[in-house]
């Protein structure tokens, strides 16, 4: 079980970027996925989930309305679009396979992590 993500880099503040987690063994289908961060000194934060197959969202009221978090159940990878950029965007962002099929915002509620990729947002 393997949760590979990337897309992460140095961005000015108001770029966009887009995540992506590459899934492998019992860790996509039928689960929902999610993405948390971590900004240095804080605790791991919630960002978003979709469930399986993909027919709700949910998203934590920083990111509500900048970020879109999708899922192509073909080539099992979730993605996470991040528009309008800020600087407290700024941390290590995590994806997640949650235990079952709906969307969860804890992070108790996950299985699987992958290794996390940088992101990081100059004022």
């Known amino acids: 079980v393997q949760l590979q993500a990337s897309g992460g880099g140095f961005v000015q503040a108001g770029a966009s970027l887009r995540l992506s987690c590459a899934a492998s063994?019992?860790?996509?289908?039928?689960?929902?996925m999610g993405w948390f961060r971590q900004a240095p000194g804080k605790e791991r934060e919630f960002v978003a989930t979709?469930?399986?197959?993909?027919?709700?969202?949910r998203y934590g009221d920083s990111v509500k309305g900048r970020f879109t978090i999708s899922r192509d159940n073909a080539k099992s990878t979730v993605y996470l679009q991040m528009n309008s950029l800020i600087p407290e965007d700024t941390a290590v962002y995590y994806c997640?396979?949650?235990?079952?099929?709906?969307?969860?915002?804890?992070?108790?509620?996950?299985?699987?992590w992958g290794q996390g990729t940088l992101v990081t947002v100059s004022s």
């Open positions: 997640a396979t949650a235990r079952g099929r709906f969307i969860a915002t804890m992070t108790r509620d996950y299985t699987y």
């Open positions: 063994g019992r860790s996509f289908s039928g689960n929902a």
């Open positions: 979709i469930s399986w197959p993909g027919m709700t969202t």
